[in-house]
């Protein structure tokens, strides 16, 4: 019997369901009773608790009010957790939602530790960064540097990695408050002047 192969789906931007889906908050429907969102780091956790704050840019300069980001980071002792559980006081895996008003994303987690890369070298502290939004087609990857880590950042393989060292400065958060909480401000560019620079994983 001949195998009939049916023909690929075509692929669809990020649109609203992936809020209804996976940001009720931000879509403005009620929690489920297990939701994984923007509080990766409880007040008992160890470590510098921080707030990592930030928009996102479309390629005129304009805010794109309804992007995703999904988050992954290593503890202050620069330990990953592989397994989510609401109960932990850290855990390594959080999302997020710019919001429709302001256009604005926080995440509250810890100042990660350094951690070391597939051959063994050192890594500046860091925080993996995955975004969705309209008309982007495959997420986007990039990464979070700390403006205050400059001597691990020089170090850091994967900032040395970027030819450009004037690239890299889109990488690297800067170091704020917000209502008086120690925090870290991450503007994402997709396009145009100061592009975010975005990894091929």
């Not at 691990?152 to 408050?177: G, Q, Y």
Request: proline share 5%; hydrophobic share 40%.
């Amino acid at each position: 019997m001949p195998v009939t192969l049916l023909p690929e789906t075509p692929s669809q931007t990020a649109g609203p369901y992936v809020h209804i889906g996976l940001a009720l908050a931000a879509a403005g429907n009620p929690a489920r009773e297990l939701e994984i969102w923007n509080e990766m780091a409880k007040p008992d956790a160890a470590g510098e608790h921080i707030l990592l704050v930030g928009q996102v840019f479309d390629g005129m300069g304009h805010l794109v009010r309804d992007s995703f980001l999904e988050f992954w980071q290593a503890d202050h002792a620069g330990e990953y957790h592989s397994r989510f559980d609401p109960e932990q006081s850290f855990n390594s895996f959080g999302r997020t939602a710019t919001t429709f008003d302001a256009g604005d994303w926080i995440i509250k987690t810890v100042k990660p530790g350094q951690v070391k890369n597939r051959t063994g070298e050192l890594m500046a502290p860091h925080v993996n960064v995955s975004l969705f939004a309209r008309g982007i087609n495959i997420h986007l990857h990039t990464r979070i540097y700390f403006d205050d880590e400059t001597e691990a950042n020089v170090n850091d393989p994967v900032l040395n990695s970027i030819e450009w060292a004037k690239r890299r400065e889109t990488l690297i958060a800067r170091r704020c408050e917000v209502d008086g909480q120690p925090a870290y401000r991450f503007d994402i560019r997709l396009q145009g002047e100061g592009e975010t620079v975005f990894f091929d994983f």
